[in-house]
Each structure stands twice: as structure tokens, then as C-alpha cells.
């Protein structure tokens, strides 16, 4: 896998039980709460400075996803969306990456279509069964608790820059 991992240009996430533990906290004013996990953030910032690309492609839309997607600079969010695969061709035109260079974290059972389709497909550890089964790769964290952060340590190493980015902070 780690051959297929080092030809990774793009990493695309699903959200709700990927980003997050799946949990959606709405207050007495009816506005949604997201909780995101720091170290996630910091693996798709190392991604995104390498010059991996990283985009969102989920079923809903929230103020909380748009703040955070900015925060981290990622560009191709597609949220509100039901047709997730029509969703990974209009990212795939737009970022000129291949198929087979791109890998998908998803966690239920709308993510099936789109992780049949990547190169490399990957399920968080508490990923619906189904899910898990049609993976490459199933991540020994959870959603919401490091998954997409292992994926993204996965995919440097694969590609020989982890120690680089070790020294950087040293």
C-alpha cells in the first residue's frame, strides 16, 4: 500500500464521522457546532505545504465546515452534496489530478461510490462495516480522533518527506 500511498496528489475527506466523531450539536438558537480534531488540522496543513492538494466532499453543509475548511486553506470544498462522484469528477477537472492519484476517507455508506472509484480508498476504524470491507486501508484511529492525521503521516512518509518535516520542527 505504501507504493499507492507515495502517488497520492489529492486527498479528499468526507466529514461528518471522518473530521469529526459524527456528533452534530445544535444550541438553543438552532446553530450547528462542529468539533474538529487540532491534530487532523496540522496533518492536512503538512499535506497542503508538501503541495498535496486536499478537499472536502460531504453531504451537508455547515458555517462551521466552510470556517474550518478556510482556516486550514482548503479550496475544493463540495458540501451539500448528494451525487458525491459527480463531485470527484468536477475536483478531478479542476485540479488536473488523476484518478488513480487521488485517495478518499470515508466513513457510512454514502461514501461507497466515490471510494470504489479512487486509488486509494480508506475507511476510519469506526467506519460502517460495509465501508470498512470495500477499503484499501482501515485507520487504527477514529473518525474525529486522528484518522485523517494518520492518513496524512501515511501518505509523507510514503512519499520520503517525513523526516524533513521532523527537522522542520526541530
Known amino acids: 500500500?505504501?507504493?499507492?500511498?507515495?502517488?497520492?496528489?489529492?486527498?479528499?475527506?468526507?466529514?461528518?464521522?471522518?473530521?469529526?466523531?459524527?456528533s452534530i450539536i445544535y444550541d438553543d438558537q438552532?446553530?450547528?457546532?462542529?468539533?474538529?480534531?487540532?491534530?487532523?488540522?496540522l496533518g492536512i496543513r503538512l499535506l497542503l505545504n508538501a503541495g498535496i492538494q486536499v478537499g472536502v466532499i460531504t453531504g451537508r453543509a455547515s458555517k462551521?465546515?466552510?470556517?474550518?475548511?478556510?482556516?486550514?486553506?482548503?479550496e475544493n470544498l463540495y458540501d451539500g452534496?448528494?451525487?458525491?462522484?459527480?463531485?470527484l469528477d468536477t475536483v478531478l477537472k479542476k485540479t488536473?489530478?488523476?484518478?488513480?492519484?487521488?485517495a478518499f476517507i470515508g466513513d457510512d455508506l454514502p461514501d461507497l461510490s466515490v471510494l470504489k472509484k479512487v486509488g486509494v480508498s480508506i475507511a476510519v476504524r469506526d467506519a460502517e462495516?460495509?465501508?470498512r470491507k470495500h477499503a484499501d486501508i482501515v485507520t487504527?484511529?477514529?473518525?474525529?480522533?486522528?484518522?485523517?492525521?494518520?492518513?496524512?503521516?501515511?501518505?509523507?512518509?510514503?512519499?520520503?518527506?517525513?523526516?524533513?518535516i521532523i527537522d522542520s520542527f526541530l
Open 81 to 87: 452534496i448528494h451525487d458525491k462522484v459527480s463531485a
Open 1 to 22: 500500500m505504501q507504493s499507492r500511498l507515495k502517488d497520492i496528489r489529492l486527498l479528499l475527506l468526507d466529514v461528518d464521522g471522518v473530521l469529526t466523531d459524527g
Open 140 to 164: 487504527n484511529a477514529k473518525g474525529g480522533d486522528g484518522a485523517v492525521r494518520e492518513i496524512c503521516e501515511a501518505i509523507l512518509k510514503a512519499k520520503g518527506l517525513w523526516e524533513d
Open 30 to 41: 438552532n446553530i450547528e457546532t462542529k468539533v474538529f480534531n487540532v491534530k487532523d488540522g
Open 129 to 131: 462495516e460495509t465501508v
Open 96 to 102: 488536473g489530478v488523476k484518478i488513480g492519484e487521488t
Open 64 to 74: 462551521a465546515l466552510k470556517n474550518r475548511c478556510a482556516n486550514l486553506g482548503i
